[in-house]
């Protein structure tokens, strides 16, 4: 499969991958973006090995704590800001719950239960511990669970 094919067929794919991560369209687009960049310097190396897609969401779930963890250190604030960008017709209730929840979390969940990935892959993508992994996981969902109502509202 040629660099081009590949994007053509999963590109759409790797957008709502970026957008579940980000949870903004924008920064979606500029990660899938950034991530192909990347793909496309190692695509001959890649295109042969295991999985191209794996690889290049691990370099989407990387850059994205990366540029979580420059802003975060750049853009501190007491300000809170207004909102952001939600697709309520294809995340729903479930989405602005995930958007709630600190970048952190919502990329050890969105890892986790949309990749179904390991704790142990979870730790190396992002370059924390097993510990983190399961306390983020354990946080998120602690809190997830804290506004039953929103999961209760679809079943009338």
């Given amino acids: 499969m040629e660099f081009e094919d590949f994007v053509r067929a ?10 579940v991560l980000t949870g903004n369209a924008d920064d979606a687009a500029d990660l899938v973006q950034e991530a192909l960049l990347k793909l496309s310097d190692a695509w001959r190396r890649v295109r042969n090995k295991d999985n ?18 420059r802003r975060r250190r750049e ?8 909102g ?12 602005k719950e995930l958007a709630a929840l600190p970048r952190g979390q919502r990329a050890v969940i969105v890892l986790r239960y949309y990749e179904d990935l ?4 979870i730790a190396q993508i992002l ?3 097993r510990g983190t992994v ?3 996981a354990f946080h998120a969902l602690n809190a997830l669970r804290v506004k039953p109502a929103v ?4 079943r009338t």
């Fill in 134 to 136: 399961r306390s983020q």
């Fill in 75 to 82: 853009h501190l604030t007491d300000d809170v800001p207004e």
């Fill in 151 to 154: 999961f209760e509202r679809g």
């Fill in 10 to 19: 999963r590109g759409s794919a790797l957008l709502r991958y970026g957008y």
């Fill in 127 to 129: 370059g924390i511990s």
């Fill in 52 to 69: 191209p897609e794996s690889y290049v969401r691990t370099i989407m779930a990387r850059q994205h704590v990366s540029w979580w963890r």
């Fill in 118 to 121: 390991p704790d142990q892959e």
């Fill in 84 to 95: 952001s960008y939600t697709d309520e017709h294809a995340f729903g209730e479930l989405w």
